[in-house]
């Protein structure tokens, strides 16, 4: 079966609709013509300075048109996307791009000063891209951006070898334990496990013909599609994958202009661009959304918006009613999946129809597993691992053991399992308890934090909470738990236990409150848990 590559799909798309916006950043938009005829000449300069079939290209890179750009140029020239997350120290950076053997770094001004500090520790880069920022100039041992977008090209570039749905995207992820892992996706892989969500998808086989095009593209393609706005980072799977599918519909990708999210630019450019859906990662972004239509409602208009999807940490039920109070026909998806596992369920609110926290309805291919292999009743009661079966990732980049243990053969199918735990309910829906490799253990009890920090984040007083297991001499572990509050006299600690034990057994309610004004949160939406348990410890009875 000849499967789908990006390349092929977003030149048909450029040949549909030339003129309608494909990027827009401030009052920057590209059209899908010039977005083609950049990529192009940004694929025909990494090939010219030495990258072959299938080398990495490293995304240094904040939330910016570039971004998707130079993600087309690969899939264009068979390069291979390597996502940065560009919080990474000197050290990390260094084990990412060595790990990914990358051939070239695409990075922006503001990134400079270490990617020079660094560059002479990883001597597989051919090529560094400098994007120009407004920080700095670019240094002399590095091509401008510009130059390379605008290297002349004979029609659409293809690398030496024949574009195919086999060529890879890697997506690196830090996950809880361990260094950050390579997760490799076939492109054939990835467009078949989106296009389904879409209303007119793709068949599984492409159709180009000889002139390379797409006529089930071309039949999908007869107007402009969607304003998307990732609010959550491109080198996060969640705003790149989204992104990707919007660009896949003929829609456009409104970036955020500034390196941190901001909700009054995030509403100003739903309203300007009429956006029709946004991507973002939990209460870490809804809660703040939220705040501000409340302290502001007629500041913007938000009825464009029609979804809003999120995916990677638990999204609060209050948080979903609250948001659906302004805009009514708001379709809110949270989507349970990761770097490693796409389709492991789902849940769906709107207007008079709102899910639990954390209770999803199973993925088509998805099942729970005890750790004998055997599936977990509805309504036992059972913990097990959740997993999912046919589209998955190839497995880790050269890590044989990772991958055998994270995508396991159970019962004779091939499953990504990549650590989630859950419980079924007798209806059939899933109770997401979260990841083992945090698990607390406290006097032979399993203690899920998730379970623990959602209660906690129902308080009024608390905007966002973790809980982390603390050295105990009776129990082993005990709970405590490190809460973000503005005001921490705002709340009596008894009370606030009291409220969590409402919900949950008492033993997984915290035994000690550690206010802060702030969990910092990466861009992501993920915390450090390590961190913050040695910060629990530290201050336990105290």
């Known amino acids: 079966?000849?499967?789908?590559?990006?390349?092929?799909?977003?030149?048909?798309?450029?040949?549909?609709?030339?003129?309608?916006?494909?990027?827009?950043?401030?009052?920057?938009?590209?059209?899908?013509?010039?977005?083609?005829?950049?990529?192009?000449?940004?694929?025909?300069?990494?090939?010219?300075?030495?990258?072959?079939?299938?080398?990495?290209?490293?995304?240094?890179?904040?939330?910016?048109?570039?971004?998707?750009?130079?993600?087309?140029?690969?899939?264009?020239?068979?390069l291979v996307h390597v996502n940065t997350n560009y919080r990474y120290a000197d050290d990390e950076l260094v084990y990412i791009w060595d790990n990914a053997d990358a051939a070239a770094v695409v990075f922006q001004g503001a990134f400079t000063e270490t990617a020079d500090r660094i560059r002479d520790r990883v001597p597989s880069v051919l090529a560094w891209l400098w994007v120009d920022d407004g920080v700095g100039d670019c240094p002399d041992w590095a091509t401008p951006y510009e130059e390379a977008a605008a290297t002349q090209t004979d029609g659409a570039v293809h690398g030496a070898t024949p574009r195919s749905g086999d060529d890879l995207i890697f997506m690196y992820t830090g996950g809880t334990t361990g260094m950050p892992k390579g997760v490799m996706w076939r492109q054939g892989d990835l467009v078949a496990s989106t296009e389904p969500s879409n209303r007119h998808g793709l068949p599984l086989e492409h159709d180009l013909d000889d002139d390379g095009v797409s006529p089930s593209v071309v039949a999908r393609t007869v107007k402009p599609g969607p304003v998307s706005i990732p609010c959550c980072p491109l080198m996060h799977g969640t705003g790149l994958f989204n992104s990707v599918n919007t660009l896949s519909l003929g829609g456009s990708i409104a970036t955020l202009t500034g390196?941190?999210?901001?909700?009054?630019?995030?509403?100003?450019?739903?309203?300007?661009?009429?956006?029709?859906?946004?991507?973002?990662?939990?209460?870490?972004?809804?809660?703040?959304?939220?705040?501000?239509?409340?302290?502001?409602?007629?500041?913007?208009?938000?009825?464009?918006?029609?979804?809003?999807?999120?995916?990677?940490?638990?999204?609060?039920?209050?948080?979903?009613?609250?948001?659906l109070r302004h805009n009514e026909k708001l379709i809110l998806v949270d989507a349970f999946g990761s770097s490693e596992a796409m389709g492991?369920?789902?849940?769906?609110?709107?207007?008079?129809?709102?899910?639990?926290?954390?209770?999803?309805?199973?993925?088509?291919?998805?099942?729970?597993?005890?750790?004998?292999?055997?599936?977990?009743?509805?309504?036992?009661?059972?913990?097990?691992?959740?997993?999912?079966?046919?589209?998955?990732?190839?497995?880790?980049?050269?890590?044989?053991?990772?991958?055998?243990?994270?995508?396991?053969?159970?019962?004779?199918?091939?499953?990504?399992?990549?650590?989630?735990?859950?419980?079924?309910?007798?209806?059939?829906?899933?109770?997401?308890?979260?990841?083992?490799?945090?698990?607390?253990?406290?006097?032979?009890?399993?203690?899920?934090?998730?379970?623990?920090?959602?209660?906690?984040?129902?308080?009024?007083?608390?905007?966002?909470?973790?809980?982390?297991?603390?050295?105990?001499?009776?129990?082993?572990?005990?709970?405590?738990?490190?809460?973000?509050?503005?005001?921490?006299?705002?709340?009596?600690?008894?009370?606030?236990?009291?409220?969590?034990?409402?919900?949950?057994?008492?033993?997984?309610?915290?035994?000690?409150?550690?206010?802060?004004t702030s969990l910092d949160r990466a861009a992501n939406g993920k915390v450090d848990y390590k961190r913050w348990t040695a910060y629990a410890t530290d201050n336990a009875g105290s």
């Open 259 to 323: 390196t941190k999210f901001s909700v009054p630019t995030l509403l100003d450019t739903i309203d300007e661009h009429q956006a029709k859906s946004i991507f973002i990662v939990g209460d870490a972004f809804a809660k703040p959304i939220l705040a501000a239509l409340d302290a502001e409602p007629d500041r913007w208009d938000f009825s464009s918006l029609r979804v809003i999807l999120s995916s990677g940490v638990m999204w609060s039920a209050e948080s979903k009613e609250g948001l």
């Open 1 to 78: 079966m000849t499967e789908w590559n990006y390349a092929d799909i977003w030149e048909n798309v450029a040949r549909c609709l030339p003129e309608a916006p494909a990027l827009i950043h401030g009052d920057l938009t590209r059209t899908w013509s010039e977005l083609d005829q950049r990529a192009n000449g940004v694929a025909r300069h990494l090939l010219d300075a030495g990258c072959g079939h299938q080398d990495k290209v490293a995304f240094y890179l904040y939330n910016r048109p570039e971004y998707l750009e130079t993600f087309f140029a690969c899939t264009k020239a068979s």
């Open 344 to 516: 492991l369920g789902r849940s769906v609110s709107s207007k008079g129809d709102s899910s639990k926290t954390a209770s999803f309805s199973l993925g088509a291919n998805a099942a729970v597993f005890r750790d004998d292999g055997e599936l977990v009743e509805p309504g036992s009661g059972e913990i097990g691992k959740i997993g999912v079966k046919g589209r998955t990732p190839v497995g880790y980049y050269k890590d044989e053991e990772k991958s055998r243990a994270t995508f396991p053969e159970i019962n004779g199918v091939r499953y990504s399992v990549p650590g989630d735990f859950a419980t079924i309910e007798a209806d059939g829906t899933i109770t997401l308890l979260g990841r083992g490799s945090v698990c607390i253990n406290t006097g032979g009890e399993k203690v899920f934090p998730e379970e623990v920090e959602e209660a906690l984040k129902r308080h009024d007083a608390i905007t966002d909470a973790i809980a982390v297991g603390v050295p105990d001499d009776r129990f082993g572990s005990a709970v405590h738990a490190v809460v973000e509050t503005p005001d921490a006299s705002a709340f009596d600690d008894e009370d606030v236990i009291a409220f969590v034990k409402s919900s949950i057994a008492g033993y997984k309610a915290p035994r000690q409150l550690h206010p802060v």
